[in-house]
């Protein structure tokens, strides 16, 4: 299926480097209204520049427009692609306002046209590892999911001089901006809603903790760069979820059960350490020494085997090319299973209400420091 990318930023080389784990995607060509940056990204690649992102648009032999472009340009451009009859993959978020998303998905149904959104590593390795191990009932009835969306405080380090392989820089300043929550809770949202369905309620709470990110940054409108939200979804369980760029990195998900637990080390990890753990097993040797030796010593000791064991995963028939760390995700997994869904007439799993959805609950997050409507305690002291 031929596809064409929209955008030719950082992110763009992430789709590039994984388009060969996709030979049934064609790539017909790519625009940037950078002029200087789709020149370099085009020589570096050997791909074929569009004069104008309506031209692209417009192109009858591309299927789907991948809209890589900044968050506050996904809705304009991709309502233009819609209506120019194209199907779209949409980077995170699919619009900065729940109603301009809910109104990309009415003309999407309308035009009987789909809108898919990233992030794809939902449907990772890992991802149907942990599937797989809650379907054979290895912990028994989810109750209770951690997951933590931290990226470390990347405004104190020299993200100045972070670049793409084509060259293109790291946009650290729009990304302060932007948020944290918006730019990664998707990456945790995507797996809570294909393992657990649909959000019921959302108790949510963020703020802007470091307003001084450092040169730059002087008189800009930075966005939340802390953000917690619990979720209690419909088919019972409950989830903690933090976003951040000021705590140390973590990009864990823990799930716990009436029988046991299961552990994803990295959420950005195509094939990241699973551990599992079950009340009826006995304990690990490792996990037994490490209690006795905390009790010992009297205190708590934080470097201790992981609880659990880990689980193998099934051979791969072919490694998947990814970027490397910390971004090891298959970004265009998600477009090919798009491809395969169209090709097959059916609705592809990160589209339409379910990514309406993770956009809704994103926002949600995001704006919690405005919107929402916090208990104040009567006592004081």
Not at 190 to 207: D, I, K, P, Y
Not at 271 to 295: D, Q
Not at 322 to 327: E, G, N, Q
Request: charged share 20%.
């Amino acid at each position: 299926m031929n596809i064409a990318f929209l955008g030719t930023g950082f992110v763009a080389d992430y789709y590039m480097t994984t388009l060969a784990n996709h030979p049934e995607l064609r790539l017909t060509g790519v625009y940037d209204r950078s002029a200087e940056r789709l020149r370099q990204f085009t020589a570096f690649h050997g791909v074929r520049a569009y004069d104008s992102a309506e031209a692209l648009i417009g192109d009858p032999e591309v299927a789907i427009v991948v809209n890589l472009t900044t968050p506050e340009s996904h809705f304009a451009l991709s309502k233009a692609a819609l209506e120019a009859g194209k199907h779209v993959y949409c980077e995170k978020p699919l619009a900065m306002d729940a109603g301009d998303a809910a109104r990309l998905i009415a003309l999407a149904d309308d035009r009987k046209l789909t809108v898919a959104t990233a992030p794809a590593n939902a449907l990772s390795d890992a991802h149907a590892l942990v599937a797989s191990l809650l379907a054979a009932n290895h912990i028994g009835t989810p109750r209770l999911i951690y997951a933590e969306m931290e990226d470390g405080p990347v405004f104190r380090d020299k993200w100045e001089t972070w670049r793409s392989r084509s060259g293109a820089p790291w946009p650290g300043l729009h990304e302060f901006e932007i948020g944290c929550t918006l730019e990664h809770a998707g990456y945790a949202l995507s797996w809570l809603v294909s393992l657990f369905g649909a959000v019921e309620s959302l108790t949510a709470f963020s703020a802007l903790t470091f307003p001084d990110k450092g040169r730059g940054t002087e008189g800009l409108h930075l966005a939340p760069d802390f953000s917690v939200g619990c979720l209690k979804f419909r088919s019972g369980p409950v989830a903690r979820l933090t976003s951040g760029l000021a705590a140390p990195k973590n990009r864990a998900l823990t799930i716990i059960g009436d029988g046991g637990s299961i552990a994803v080390a990295d959420l950005w990890d195509n094939r990241s350490a699973v551990h599992l753990e079950e009340v009826s097993a006995p304990r690990r040797l490792e996990a037994r020494i490490g209690h006795r030796l905390e009790a010992k010593l009297g205190r708590f000791l934080h470097a201790k085997p992981q609880a659990g064991r880990k689980v193998r995963y099934p051979a791969a028939a072919k490694p998947a090319a990814l970027p490397a760390y910390p971004s090891q995700i298959d970004f265009c997994r998600g477009i090919a299973e798009q491809a395969r869904a169209i090709a097959a007439g059916r609705q592809p799993f990160f589209s339409g209400q379910r990514a309406l959805h993770i956009t809704e609950l994103a926002l949600a997050l995001n704006n919690a420091g405005t919107a929402a409507a916090p208990y104040i305690p009567s006592s004081s002291f």
